[in-house]
């Protein structure tokens, strides 16, 4: 019997773990709780004898979110802060509604690839490939019952093109994916960006970065 190379086991260890972004429980559940002394990469446990079945249940996809607002777009999301019952589960979900013309912005989650699925109502959607592949833009417009997978940290939107109210949901692979607004992160930072620095990356004269950071950026989260 021929055996693997040492060095090559340990490469199929390595990019095993690699694949596995949020570790593995090591245990049937880990509820989270909060402990606002200490501060760990993730949640701590919530004792198991006194979990029960209302620790894997969550209520918030019940009722539409409120879309009165700048984007015309409300995303719910059920992630471990507001899912206790996901820690350590390594997956999330968000529900997104839509004014008709309601725009979720550009933004990334640095931690979690998202898939999509249209419920009700007509989408566009993209997303944009890193500088390796010179940014080149993705898009597709969704109909009810498509589904369509954003890769983990790339920047993506959805725009609702339909003359009615649009519902989507969205699995992600992390209990806590993140989410970066790219404008409200850009121009709404606190403390915010040198002018110096945006004149020059965005190429644009100084009056229009004081006008963008003036600006309030709504957060739809």
Same mark, same amino acid.
């Given at each position: 019997?021929?055996?693997?190379?040492?060095?090559?086991?340990?490469?199929? !260890?390595?990019?095993?773990?690699?694949?596995?972004?949020?570790?593995?429980?090591? %245990?049937? =559940?880990?509820?989270?709780?909060?402990?606002?002394?200490?501060?760990?990469?993730?949640?701590?446990? $919530?004792?198991? $004898?006194?979990? *029960?079945?209302?620790?894997?249940?969550?209520?918030?996809?019940?009722?539409?979110?409120? *879309?009165?607002?700048?984007?015309?777009?409300?995303?719910?999301?059920?992630?471990?802060?507001? =899912?206790?019952?996901?820690?350590?589960?390594?997956?999330?979900?968000?529900?997104?509604?839509?004014?008709? /013309?309601?725009?979720?912005?550009? @933004?990334?989650?640095?931690?979690?690839?998202?898939?999509?699925?249209?419920?009700?109502?007509? !989408?566009?959607?993209?997303?944009?490939?890193?500088?390796?592949?010179?940014? *080149?833009? =993705?898009? $597709?417009?969704?109909? $009810? /019952?498509?589904?369509?997978?954003?890769?983990?940290?790339?920047? @993506?939107?959805?725009?609702?093109?339909?003359?009615?109210?649009?519902? +989507?949901?969205?699995? !992600?692979?992390?209990?806590?994916?993140?989410?970066? *607004?790219?404008?409200?992160?850009?121009?709404?930072?606190?403390?915010?960006?040198?002018?110096?620095? #945006?004149?020059?990356?965005?190429?644009?004269?100084?009056?229009?970065?004081? &006008? #963008? %950071? +003036?600006?309030?950026? &709504?957060?739809?989260?």
């Amino acid at each position: 019997m021929k055996f693997l190379p040492t060095s090559l086991l340990i490469l199929a !260890l390595a990019t095993a773990t690699a694949f596995a972004f949020d570790p593995s429980p090591l %245990q049937d =559940f880990c509820v989270a709780i909060n402990d606002p002394e200490v501060f760990v990469n993730g949640k701590f446990c $919530k004792d198991p $004898k006194q979990v *029960t079945a209302d620790d894997f249940l969550f209520k918030g996809f019940r009722y539409p979110g409120n *879309t009165a607002n700048p984007l015309g777009s409300k995303v719910t999301p059920a992630f471990v802060d507001q =899912f206790p019952g996901l820690n350590t589960l390594g997956i999330s979900m968000a529900r997104i509604d839509f004014a008709p /013309g309601g725009l979720n912005p550009p @933004h990334t989650h640095p931690r979690g690839t998202e898939v999509l699925v249209v419920a009700e109502g007509t !989408l566009l959607v993209g997303f944009v490939t890193s500088n390796q592949l010179n940014n *080149t833009l =993705f898009t $597709k417009v969704l109909y $009810k /019952g498509d589904v369509f997978v954003f890769p983990i940290g790339l920047i @993506h939107f959805q725009l609702n093109i339909g003359k009615t109210p649009a519902l +989507a949901f969205a699995a !992600l692979s992390s209990q806590n994916p993140g989410v970066i *607004t790219i404008a409200n992160a850009v121009f709404g930072s606190k403390p915010p960006f040198s002018a110096d620095v #945006l004149t020059k990356a965005f190429q644009v004269d100084k009056k229009v970065v004081d &006008y #963008l %950071q +003036a600006q309030f950026w &709504y957060d739809n989260n």
